[in-house]
């Protein structure tokens, strides 16, 4: 899978203190990707004013994570990338977001059954240029109804999404999905996940220099998401 040989911006991971996200950002493997680790209950102000991309991990949290919605929408229509992995709850906390939780088979590859029913939305989304679809297929949380302006990358045999990217508020983009890559890379199971995370974070660095560049679009009719 091609990746691009530099990258631009700071890229904040927030650690919500888990094993599997200390473990996933200290992977000399995967840590290059992340220009600074602070943990959730540290974040403050000057973290975001000096942040290009926030990311928020796998299974953090919605409780601790709704303190900081302002903030982290204020971010965004300052022109921030918002990068908000699987098991979060962002319906609760982000935006108005309609989500179906759906039952998760753990053992479908063990079972000889079917697995998670998924398809790139489009098989020239350039995502597939890092990650083999493959390893997007361990297992389903949730799955989301695509927002207005926004783009599915893969989705349930049902249309709904489980990765999506778009603008938030008139300068932000969005990076959402329903998968938790990171905790079962960190919980070491499910291999498919490590594969996942080594095209997927130099992807997200790519739409970071992207948004940098101005070159990811934008509407500029959209609802001011800092709430002014």
């Known amino acids: 899978m091609s990746q691009p040989l530099s990258y631009s911006g700071h890229m904040i991971a927030l650690d919500a203190g888990a094993a599997y996200h200390h473990f996933t950002f200290t992977d000399p493997a995967l840590s290059p990707f992340f220009d600074e680790v602070v943990y959730l209950d540290d974040l403050t102000e000057a973290h975001l004013q000096r942040a290009d991309a926030v990311l928020?991990?796998?299974?953090?949290?919605?409780?601790?994570?709704?303190p900081w919605r302002d903030d982290l929408l204020r971010f965004a229509e300052q022109g921030g990338l918002l990068v908000v992995m699987g098991e979060t709850q962002p319906d609760s906390w982000l935006m108005p977001l309609p989500t179906e939780p759906v039952a998760t088979n753990y053992w479908w590859w063990l079972t000889a059954e079917d697995g998670p029913e998924l398809q790139p939305?489009?098989?020239?989304?350039?995502?597939?240029?890092y990650v083999a679809f493959a390893d997007c297929r361990w297992h389903l949380h949730a799955l989301h109804t695509l927002p207005e302006g926004f783009c599915s990358i893969l989705n349930h045999r049902s249309g709904q999404s489980v990765l999506l990217e778009g603008p938030l508020g008139r300068e932000g983009y969005l990076?959402?999905?329903?998968?938790?890559?990171?905790?079962?890379h960190g919980s070491f199971f499910m291999p498919a996940t490590t594969a996942f995370l080594g095209g997927f974070l130099p992807?997200?660095?790519?739409?970071?220099?992207?948004?940098?560049?101005?070159a990811l679009q934008h509407d500029d009719t959209a609802t001011d998401c800092s709430g002014k």
Not at 175 to 184: A, E, F, Q
Request: net charge neutral; proline share 7%.
């Open 203 to 214: 992807w997200v660095r790519k739409r970071l220099n992207q948004q940098i560049e101005g």
């Open 121 to 129: 939305a489009d098989d020239n989304h350039d995502l597939f240029q």
């Open 56 to 66: 928020v991990p796998c299974r953090t949290p919605a409780h601790r994570l709704l």
């Open 175 to 184: 990076i959402l999905t329903s998968l938790d890559p990171m905790y079962h």
